[in-house]
């Protein structure tokens, strides 16, 4: 299983950036084929100090192939779109893999 993680830094209008997020990307990223689960955490604190982080996005698929046809997809197109009109300067992505 590998995942997408999308790390969302601290927006300058949380209040805006969520009712995007939520209302508009999220039903989005649910149409993504292949995908397996989609977890978003909120970011509530960080051991030392302040985290820089707002949110946490993780999308899980069966394996790298199904990743990239997910991202290479019409629906994985529109959600990239999508995410650099609101996020381009907030978010980072990486791609993991699961171990047992």
Do not use: C, W
């Not at 039903?27 to 993504?32: E, G, H, M, Q, S």
């Not at 689960?37 to 960080?46: I, K, M, P």
């Not at 990743?67 to 907030?90: I, R, T, Y």
């Amino acid at each position: 299983m590998v995942k997408l993680v999308a790390l969302y830094r601290k927006p300058q209008d949380p209040e805006a950036f969520d009712s995007h997020y939520f209302e508009v990307h999220t039903p989005l990223v649910k149409k993504l084929p292949g995908l397996k689960r989609f977890e978003v955490s909120r970011v509530t604190g960080a051991p030392i100090g302040e985290s820089k982080y707002h949110l946490i996005a993780e999308m899980y698929f069966e394996n790298r192939d199904a990743l990239d046809a997910a991202m290479a997809s019409p629906e994985g197109k529109a959600s990239a779109k999508d995410l650099m009109s609101f996020a381009a300067d907030v978010v980072s992505l990486i791609y993991t893999e699961v171990l047992d």
